[in-house]
């Protein structure tokens, strides 16, 4: 599928997820596979705990970098500090 451009285009792997679905789907509605429910709806759920997990990881980087920079501002010999003292320092 292209654009207008003429550069492709892709839909990501939410397409895959679908089609494994439907699949799973019609094959237990037709009594060709005898899942539990939960089995025939996991493209779905892990797809979405695989997004979840990597906004996490995401979270979680960006909490660390922040906690780095934090220690970083607090500590005695920081010139970030000493900055900050001095912008708020009456100037006489």
Known sequence: MTDKKGRKSSSGGAGTVTLLWVIFLILKLTNVIDWKWLWVFSPIWISASAAVGLGLLFL???GLILLAAIIGITRKD???VDK???MFRKKD
Do not use: R
Request: proline content about 0%; overall charge positive.
């Open 78 to 80: 920081s010139k970030a």
């Open 84 to 86: 900050i003292k001095e």
């Open 60 to 62: 979680l980087v960006v």
